[in-house]
C-alpha cells in the first residue's frame, strides 16, 4: 500500500509529497498518475518526502529518477531510502539515458541524521 498526501508548503509553488508505504507494483502507478495530474498545474518547487517510504522496487527506482530529472527534490531517511536518493542524485539530470541504476554497483556513504 502507498499513501500520497500533499502538502502546500507556505512558501507560493512548493508542495511536499509525503509518501507513505511501499513504491512496488501497482503503486509506482499510482505516483505516477499522482505526477502527471500534479504536472498539468507543477508547482516551481515539489518536494517528494520519502521517509516514510519502507520499500522500492527497480521500478520505483526508476520513476523516482525520472521525477527528479523532471526537477522534483527528494528527501530521505533510513538506509534503504538514503540509499536510493544518493544512487539517483549522483546522476545527471539532463541526461536521461543515464537513468538505468542496475548497472552499477550501489555505494553506501555515511550520511549525517
Not at 500533499?6 to 509506482?28: A, D
Not at 519502507?54 to 526537477?71: H, K, P, S, V, Y
Amino acid at each position: 500500500m502507498l499513501r500520497i498526501t500533499e502538502q502546500r508548503e507556505s512558501e507560493p509553488g512548493s508542495v511536499v509529497l509525503h509518501l507513505e508505504g511501499r513504491l512496488t507494483g501497482p503503486w509506482v502507478q499510482e505516483l505516477s498518475g499522482y505526477w502527471q495530474k500534479l504536472s498539468t498545474n507543477l508547482p516551481q518547487r515539489v518536494m517528494i518526502d520519502l521517509t516514510s517510504v519502507t520499500f522500492i522496487d527497480a521500478e520505483g527506482r526508476a520513476l523516482l529518477t525520472r521525477l527528479w530529472q523532471q526537477g522534483a527534490s527528494l528527501r530521505a531517511n533510513g538506509c534503504l531510502t538514503k540509499c536510493v536518493v544518493e544512487e539517483i542524485t549522483r546522476l545527471d539530470r539532463s541526461d536521461p539515458s543515464k537513468e538505468s541504476l542496475s548497472e552499477r554497483a550501489p555505494s553506501v556513504t555515511k550520511s549525517e541524521s
